[in-house]
């Protein structure tokens, strides 16, 4: 059983970070269709971006860009800087604290999630002490 909010009942939301209050006419543009991911526009932008990333990293060598949502970005991030077993502190205020230490657990680390409420902020002198 996950310790996950309930949000299967009532409207949905845009959390991104929020929950957010979206604006109607904001909802409306975002219901547009999709740009087609394999050909015109999105297609043609890909070998100039591909080298200014390549100028971003300072390489003349392959580069690799990630597909995917948010949580994807979370999973690459965290995939890079723990290992099965390290210790992780996760600061939580909600959905996506609890995601972060979903991730990190799902990756090996030893996770211990902070939960300051949904109504909460993060209180650094409390994450001090626990880091002591």
Do not use: C
């Not at 310790?3 to 109607?24: C, D, K, T």
């Not at 932008?45 to 580069?63: E, F, I, N």
């Amino acid at each position: 059983m996950s310790n996950h909010p309930n949000l299967s009942q009532g409207r949905g939301y845009l959390a991104i970070p929020g929950p957010s209050v979206m604006p109607e006419a904001v909802l409306n543009a975002m219901h547009r269709p999709a740009p087609n991911i394999y050909a015109g526009e999105l297609v043609d932008m890909m070998p100039p971006l591909m080298q200014d990333l390549r100028s971003l990293a300072g390489t003349k060598h392959h580069v690799a860009m990630y597909i995917g949502n948010g949580h994807a970005a979370w999973e690459a991030a965290l995939s890079n800087v723990i290992a099965p077993g390290d210790k992780v502190l996760v600061p939580a205020t909600g959905r996506f604290g609890i995601g972060w230490g979903d991730t990190a657990t799902g990756l090996g680390a030893d996770v211990e999630i902070m939960d300051f409420g949904l109504q909460s902020a993060l209180d650094s002198d409390r994450i001090a002490e626990r880091l002591r």
